[in-house]
């Protein structure tokens, strides 16, 4: 019963939250599952997490703009611009 409270106040935590934070939480949750299991230490989670924080926060922001699509160029450097017609 504990359990199913928790999970439901998280749910509905998380409802109140902008696409930016959505994506912020979720990538930083995978990012510390994956460092931790790719180091095995807490430090390699810690790094995960904040890659992965950052990354699904930049992911997140571009889903809030209508119009705007996420590219990376051919350096690997990422940037915003509008998306093809039709897409």
């Given at each position: 019963m504990k359990q199913a409270l928790v999970i439901l106040l998280l749910g509905l935590s998380a409802a109140g939250c902008?696409?930016?934070?959505?994506?912020?939480?979720v990538g930083a949750g995978a990012g510390a599952v994956i460092g931790g299991l790719a180091t095995g230490d807490?430090?390699?989670a810690a790094v995960g997490a904040a890659i992965g924080?950052?990354?699904?926060a930049l992911i997140g922001?571009?889903?809030e703009q209508p119009g705007q699509c996420y590219y990376?160029?051919?350096?690997?450097?990422?940037y915003i611009d509008d998306c093809p017609r039709g897409y």
């Open positions: 902008t696409q930016t934070e959505r994506g912020a939480a807490v430090r390699g924080g950052v990354s699904g922001s571009v889903s990376r160029d051919r350096y690997g450097r990422r």
